[in-house]
């Protein structure tokens, strides 16, 4: 069998299965967020209190049977963040911004110029918020040094579901995650670059000229 040129790979007559690949991937990791969050008990979580305090551009390593993932992770210390996800096997970036103090979450589908918009859950970030342990049935792991860097450790149950186990590790000073194991899952998240700096703030809003979906997921 003859292989593609990259020219052949992205060329004007396969832009649109490219377009579609993109919409699929947005959707699958709009569905594993949905996923994460369902069943969730946590009621008591304060979301426009609750957020990091500390503004940070991080880049992740998600390694997983499915492979590597790669993301970055933005925070303006204010109550937004960004989080930019390139799947394994994969160059379409998937996009969400949190909005924690409208208690808001916007999911972009750059290829497409949409977004959709949702509530945000007390889950906030998930296993990227050390808030939403805090705020959970949650077993402490005490301290330990990670990468150099003094961290304080979390775990928990995902949904309640014993078999979906999770533990984060977080920066003390910053409260950043440095390191998530899920070990049923096989999977692991691990901060490879922490820069500490203010990001720029059109990181934290809707493109100009994106259309709002009013297809839900």
Known sequence: MNSLSPNQLFSTRTAPLWVVLAFIIGMTVYSQVVKFEAGSNQSTRDLTK??????????????????????????DGKGKVRHEATMPHSTVVSVTIYDFPNKKRYFLQ?????????????????????EMFKNS??????????S????????T????????????????RTGCLVLSISPNSKSSTSLTRYISR???????????????????F
């Open 157 to 172: 149950l995902l949904n309640g579901d014993k078999n979906a186990p999770v533990e984060s590790w977080f920066n003390d």
């Open 137 to 146: 049935d949650y077993e402490d792991l005490g301290r330990k040094t990670i």
């Open 148 to 155: 150099g860097m003094p961290c304080h450790g979390y775990g």
């Open 50 to 75: 609750t957020f990091p305090r500390v503004p940070y551009e991080a880049a992740y390593e998600q390694v997983s049977p499915a492979g590597l993932a790669i993301l970055y992770v933005y925070s």
């Open 110 to 130: 750059e290829a497409q110029k949409m977004f959709l918009s949702s509530n945000l859950k007390p889950t906030g970030l998930g296993e990227f918020d050390e």
């Open 198 to 216: 203010q990001p720029k703030a059109t990181l934290f809003t809707v493109p100009p000229g994106y259309k709002q979906s009013t297809k839900a």
